[in-house]
Every structure is written in structure tokens, then in C-alpha cells.
């Protein structure tokens, strides 16, 4: 049985879902491949239940910060299982409703992992696909590590529907999935080990605000180790231990859950793109700047896929998307941009991040001076009893154009945003000087890191 439409988009999340319902919103006869549960991995298994947890934790986090300042909540604690059922109120509905609505719109739906045949066939199951395009964007999977015994990991998804959280917890890796997870873990009551094989984690933020970020994870209790590799991991038991090295020193490190925190990979391997002609190498997918394969114009990738992508988050996914299903109208016209989007890690507090760094500042040749500050003692903080809060902005000599802006603090997430908005449509610095805010907010402080 072969099928044939204008358009099939493989995965069904931000990417696959935003180019399909811009292309059927057009009336092209479209489809959606998925093997997972359709809803993709930022509804299901990523950052909207991630940031249910983190909401737990700012709850008890506060509420201890401010014990002596007003507030007596002694018995205070997250109930995990509790949590956990709260959180599947969020996820359980999403892939029946994700469904219903491409159903909805016209758009074929198919379970099943799809598998190229030829530059525009692909076979899901029993069924034959053929589209005049096919966009791919199925997103990324866990890193494999090739370390002894990592069978016994558990992945980030895995943790998200932990029913009972245990006590002692070691993360392998030192991104956001190791710092976002440990933070909610230790509001929990777990026990905390962080194992990076770098000199610093958060390899994408500005270095002397990681390093903050870093004593603050270290004063709450965790057990961070840096320039640590994880060589094996043994099982006794209900017990892990987890052999590493630094600098050539031989240590082992014990745990109740190991979990994988070391990296992302393009989920492409079993799609057997080389049968579509399809160009990729380890790190995704090779476009041009419109998202069309470089080696079959046919294909489009959209999302985490792509081997040169904007950051890994949901709005650019999304952003790519749209992207892609304009050019697939419209004929190619329409280049992706990059510039000014924010990224935040959801500890707490959060740290933020737009623009370039002041490595990529100094690469570019660039002139430029540093604003930048620790405000545990600006009136914002104290009022909450925030110890770890602070600033980098990045300002261009002579242009007063904002080059980069990093920010670390309780309302780092929802400040950054004034700075990428300014960034990516190149408002100078002295507008948001001039701007008057609402006060007192964590916005209104942004005249003063300027």
C-alpha cells in the first residue's frame, strides 16, 4: 500500500508540528510520522515537566531562604510521588489531544519509526510514504557513552517519571539536564554528585557566573567534581558505584541513581538516510540557510536534527519550522537568523544567556567593554534572601550596541528576554536606559547594569 501526499513531516514536535499546520493551513495534502507518543520532547519528557518540578522546588527553596526572615515553615517538603501525579496531569493528556488536533486539521497521523527507501519514499511499518517533500525533525536522543555497565543509567526522561526519588543521586555530565535535575533533587532532600569531565560546566554561559552558580550548587550540599570521567559503572545490589579518573587519580563515587547528563545526539541513526541520499555526520543533518538538505531538495530539517542549528530549545525548534514550511510554499526565500535568542538553565536561581560571550566578542574582533557585578546585596535580592545573583553585559564602544547579556538571579529567565529583544532587532542600550519600569521589579534593574 503506498500513500502519497504534498508534505510529510517526521517527529511531532515544535518543528514537525509547526511545518505541517503551516503547509495543511495552505492546502497541501499533508502527513506526520511518529514512533513516540505524539507530542515530542519538550511537552513530554523535557522542559514543560521539567519546569513542574522546578516550581516545586522555588516553593521550598524560598520558603527556607526566608526562614529567618519572617517566614517559619519547618515542616515544608516536597512530596515526590505527590509532585510526580501533579506533573502527569500535564503530560498524560498531551499525546491524545496532539493527535486529535492534526486529525483535526487534516493532517494524516502514523505511528511508527519511519525508514527511507529512496529521495522521497520512506516506509513506516507495512505503509509506503511518498511525498514531493519531507521534512525531518525528530529531534534528538541521549548521547551513547560506550562505558562499561551503561545499561545501568537511567536518562532524563526516565528521572521525569521517577515515582520515588532516592537518596543519594550522581549525574554524569555537567549540562542543563545535570544542573535543572540536581537543583530540584536537593529541594527534595536527595543527596547530590555531579560528575564533569571538563574544567567547567555550562560550557555555553559566561564562564565567571557558571563559576558562582557552581559554589552556590556546592554551599546547598552537592558534591561537584570537575575534570572527573566517569570509566564504568558496577551494580550491587540495589547499590551503583562509578569509577572515574582526574587527572590520572583513580576514585569511585557511590549512588542509589546514575543518571545520564552528558549530552544530546541527533536522533537520525536507524532513519537510513544515506537511501535518501540524505548528507549528515555525528552532529545532524547538513542544510543550507533555508533548511533544505544540502545533497537531496526534497528534504527539509527543522529543529535539534539540523548538524548547524541555532540553540537547542523549543522556540527555535518551532522558529525552524515555520522557517522551513515558508520556503517549502513559497520556494526558498527565507533565511534562518539566529541572533538574540535567549537560553536559560532552570536552577535555582535560573542562569541566562543572550548574545555572545566575551570569548566570542574578543574572536570577532570586537570592541567592547564589561558591565558586570554580583547583586546579592541590590534590594531585589534581599527582599527574597537570594545569596547567588548577578551580571554581565557586553557593550559595543562607540555603537552602544549590546552584544551580550548574562544574567544569573531569580528573575533571570524573564529579564533576559528585554535584552534579546533588544539584541535581535538592534535597540541600543540607551533605550533601555531611558525605558521607565514598573518598580520595583527585577526589570527596573536593568538601567543600573547598563
Known amino acids: 500500500m503506498t500513500r502519497s501526499f504534498d508534505l510529510i513531516a517526521i517527529g511531532t514536535g515544535s518543528a514537525a508540528s509547526s511545518a505541517a499546520n503551516h503547509c495543511r493551513t495552505a492546502g497541501w495534502n499533508v502527513a506526520i510520522v511518529d514512533s513516540r507518543p505524539f507530542g515530542g520532547t519538550c511537552a513530554l519528557r523535557g522542559c514543560d515537566p521539567k519546569k513542574v518540578l522546578v516550581g516545586a522546588a522555588e516553593v521550598t527553596d524560598w520558603a527556607r531562604r526566608m526562614h529567618s526572615n519572617g517566614i517559619d515553615a519547618p515542616d515544608l ?12 496531569t500535564f503530560t498524560d493528556p498531551v499525546p491524545a489531544e496532539r493527535e486529535a488536533a492534526l486529525a483535526k486539521s487534516g493532517i ?3 505511528h511508527g519509526r519511519a525508514r527511507f527507501t529512496g529521495p522521497s519514499t520512506l516506509h513506516v511499518g507495512d505503509v509506503e510514504l511518498h511525498a514531493r517533500f519531507i521534512l525531518i525533525a525528530t529531534g534528538q536522543k541521549p548521547a551513547d557513552l560506550n562505558l562499561p555497565g551503561d545499561e545501568h543509567l537511567i536518562d532524563s526522561e526516565q528521572f521525569l517519571n521517577l515515582d520515588h526519588l532516592p537518596k543519594r543521586i550522581l549525574f554524569i555530565g555537567g549540562g542543563y539536564i545535570a544542573f535543572e535535575f540536581a537543583h530540584i533533587a536537593l529541594r527534595a532532600g536527595a543527596n547530590i554528585t555531579i560528575l564533569h569531565r571538563g574544567a567547567r560546566p555550562l560550557p555555553r554561559f559566561d564562564p565567571d557566573l557558571v563559576d558562582h552558580l557552581v559554589q552556590h550548587t556546592r554551599s546547598l550540599g552537592a558534591d561537584v567534581q570537575l575534570n572527573t570521567a566517569a570509566t564504568a559503572i558496577h551494580k550491587t545490589g540495589d547499590t551503583f558505584t562509578v569509577d572515574t ?15 545520564h547528563a552528558a549530552g544530546r545526539t541527533p536522533n537520525i541513526a536507524d532513519l537510513d538516510l544515506a537511501a535518501a541520499n540524505i548528507a549528515s555526520d555525528d552532529h545532524g543533518i547538513h542544510v543550507n540557510d533555508f533548511l533544505q538538505s544540502v545533497s537531496n531538495p526534497s528534504i527539509y530539517a527543522a529543529g535539534d536534527v539540523v ?5 537547542p530549545l523549543t522556540p527555535v525548534a518551532a522558529y525552524d519550522g515555520v522557517t522551513a514550511a515558508a520556503n517549502l510554499i513559497n520556494g526558498n526565500h527565507q533565511r534562518v ?4 535568542i535567549p537560553s536559560v538553565v532552570f536552577t535555582l536561581p535560573s542562569l541566562a544567556t543572550v548574545g555572545l560571550t566575551e570569548a566570542d566578542a574578543r574572536a570577532q574582533g570586537l570592541k567592547f567593554h564589561c558591565n558586570t557585578a554580583l547583586t546579592a546585596d541590590w534590594y531585589q535580592s534581599r527582599r527574597i534572601a537570594e545569596p547567588c545573583s548577578g551580571y554581565k553585559i557586553l557593550l ?11 544574567l544569573l538571579g531569580t528573575a533571570a529567565a524573564e529579564v533576559i528576554n528585554l535584552f534579546a529583544l533588544a539584541i535581535r532587532n ?8 531611558q525605558q521607565l519600569y514598573a518598580y520595583p521589579t527585577h526589570t527596573s534593574d536593568i538601567p ?3
Request: no cysteine.
Open 77 to 88: 517538603h516536597i512530596d515526590w510521588p505527590s509532585l510526580m501525579r501533579f506533573k502527569r
Open 108 to 110: 494524516a497521523t502514523f
Open 245 to 259: 579518573t582526574t587527572s590520572g587519580q583513580l576514585r569511585t563515587f557511590t549512588a542509589d541513581l546514575v543518571v
Open 307 to 311: 548538524a548547524n542549528p541555532g540553540p
Open 337 to 340: 537568523n539566529y541572533a538574540g
Open 396 to 406: 559595543e564602544d562607540g555603537t552602544d550596541r549590546i552584544l551580550g547579556a548574562h
Open 426 to 433: 538592534a535597540i541600543p542600550a540607551s533605550a533601555l536606559r
Open 448 to 450: 543600573y547594569m547598563l
